[in-house]
């Protein structure tokens, strides 16, 4: 019995044609469809080595270093065809943003986090009203004049 991967999903034989297709069509919002260019069928692609199952070639390239290899396979589920890629890094070249903005954004991503974790409706109602009260009490600052032409 053939198996196989499409993104995060595994399946075999088992599943008919049009399941794997309609996988792979719910996948194309994701940027993940793709066609056979010898048959024009389905198309799924995986990333590796040692890459996640649900890695994305943009997550791969993020996540290598200098010297690193990435492999990208794409295999079709209709005629067989496969074609195998391999990108390699010989040089990674960074810029950084402003610190505060990305602390800011860091900070953000840490309290929408906890926020989440909170069951409490009446938890989060306090962190509101506490939230609200501190902006109440920050120094307003009128920065219009600054900002306006002259």
């Given at each position: 019995?053939?198996?196989?991967?499409?993104?995060?999903?595994?399946?075999?034989?088992?599943?008919?044609?049009?399941h794997?297709l309609?996988?792979?069509?719910?996948?194309?919002?994701l940027?993940?469809?793709?066609e056979?260019?010898?048959?024009?069928?389905?198309?799924?692609?995986?990333?590796?080595?040692?890459?996640?199952?649900?890695?994305s070639?943009?997550?791969?390239?993020?996540?290598?270093?200098?010297d690193?290899?990435?492999?990208?396979?794409?295999?079709?589920?209709?005629c067989g065809?496969?074609?195998d890629?391999?990108?390699?890094?010989d040089s990674?070249e960074?810029?950084?943003?402003d610190?505060?903005?990305?602390?800011?954004?860091?900070?953000?991503?840490?309290?929408?986090?906890?926020?989440?974790?909170?069951?409490s409706?009446?938890?989060?109602?306090?962190?509101?009203?506490?939230?609200?009260?501190?902006?109440r009490?920050?120094?307003?600052?009128?920065?219009?004049k600054e900002?306006?032409?002259?």
């Amino acid at each position: 019995m053939r198996s196989g991967t499409v993104g995060c999903c595994n399946f075999d034989d088992a599943v008919s044609s049009y399941h794997r297709l309609h996988i792979l069509k719910s996948m194309a919002p994701l940027g993940i469809y793709m066609e056979c260019p010898a048959c024009g069928g389905p198309v799924s692609m995986d990333v590796g080595p040692n890459q996640p199952v649900t890695a994305s070639v943009a997550d791969a390239l993020l996540a290598a270093g200098e010297d690193d290899q990435i492999i990208v396979t794409r295999h079709c589920w209709e005629c067989g065809w496969t074609e195998d890629r391999a990108v390699s890094i010989d040089s990674i070249e960074t810029t950084e943003g402003d610190g505060a903005t990305v602390e800011r954004a860091a900070l953000l991503d840490d309290i929408e986090d906890e926020l989440a974790a909170i069951k409490s409706l009446a938890t989060l109602k306090d962190v509101l009203a506490e939230i609200r009260r501190q902006r109440r009490l920050e120094p307003q600052t009128d920065n219009t004049k600054e900002d306006a032409p002259e």
